[in-house]
Each structure stands twice: as C-alpha cells, then as structure tokens.
C-alpha cells in the first residue's frame, strides 16, 4: 500500500552558506540547526553521499542545517563553484537553486527499491548518519525525471541536533 510520506527537507545551492544563514534567519526567523561546516568530498558519511549524487572532483563544500516554523528542513550548501562540470552518473547539472527534496520514511530500502521499479535510481547503498551511533539512516535516489531524491529514516530536526 503506498501512503503520503512526510516531507523532511529542501536542499538549497547558495553563493554564500554564512550569508544565506543569515538571511533565513533575520528575515524569516528560521532555526539554525546545525551551523555552517565544511564537508570533503568521500569522507565519512556526508562527504560519501555527497560525492555519490555529484560525482568525484568537486572537493569541499560548506552546508548548513536550518528549520522553518512548521519543522520542514532547509540544507543550505556552498559549493566550490558553479560552473564544476558534474562527473558522476546522475543528471543532477545545475550547481544554484533546489537540487533535491527529501522525504521521510522509517523503511529507507523498501522505498529506495519503488523508485528503482518505477523507473528511477537509487544512487548509493543506505547509509547510517551517525554510523554505530544512531539508527539513523539515509540514501538517494533519483527519480525517472533526473530529480533527486533524498530518503530519511528518522525526523530533520532530531537527526542534525543528534549528530
């Protein structure tokens, strides 16, 4: 039986990750969940999921977590620049703007396995956040339209605040 997930988060590429934070939060009084940090492409479990949506050759990138008032996620990420060629296998090009959502969902596989048999991707085995910590877990996807899609065990808030 298929139900309505609950929404979890937007990520959203931002020239400037501090002044991005800044602005949410002065003008839209958004949460500052976990504050802006640097992640390198292929290390630990962020910077592996990281690389497995954009490929390998993008570096570092800043990212920051803020929440909105009725508890939707915001990831605000700083990329290197906007003109890196994309080098891994999903159509995800544009490096400004919405470059995924995520949803949430405590059976992480068995949705990951719907996207593959309708026709999309799942871009990367699940991966625990906080491995041997918590049980949180994650994976991307893509869905048949080069969207990507993000799929969250556990609620935004509590999975930034914990980690």
Same mark, same amino acid.
């Given at each position: ?27 839209? #009084?958004?949460? !500052?969940?976990?504050?802006?940090? $640097? ?7 962020? @910077?592996?999921? &990281? ?17 909105? #008032?009725?508890? !939707?996620?915001?990831?605000?990420? $700083? ?7 994309? @080098?891994?296998? &999903? ?73």
């Amino acid at each position: 039986m298929v139900y309505p997930r609950s929404f979890s988060h937007v990520g959203l590429s931002v020239p400037d990750v501090e002044e991005a934070v800044e602005f949410y939060q002065k003008v839209l #009084g958004w949460t !500052v969940v976990q504050p802006p940090n $640097e992640v390198e492409e292929g290390v630990g479990p962020i @910077g592996e999921m &990281t690389q497995a949506c954009f490929g390998k050759g993008f570096g570092t990138l800043k990212v920051a977590h803020i929440a909105t #008032g009725d508890d !939707v996620g915001f990831e605000l990420l $700083e990329f290197p620049t906007s003109e890196h060629a994309h @080098g891994g296998e &999903t159509s995800f090009k544009d490096w400004r703007g919405i470059f995924h959502f995520a949803v949430m969902d405590p059976n992480v596989e068995e949705l990951a396995d719907q996207i593959v048999k309708h026709g999309g991707k799942q871009l990367m085995p699940v991966k625990y956040h906080s491995p041997g910590e918590k049980p949180y877990r994650v994976v991307y996807c893509e869905d048949p339209f080069g969207n990507l899609i993000e799929i969250y065990s556990h609620n935004y808030e509590v999975l930034y605040l914990d980690s």
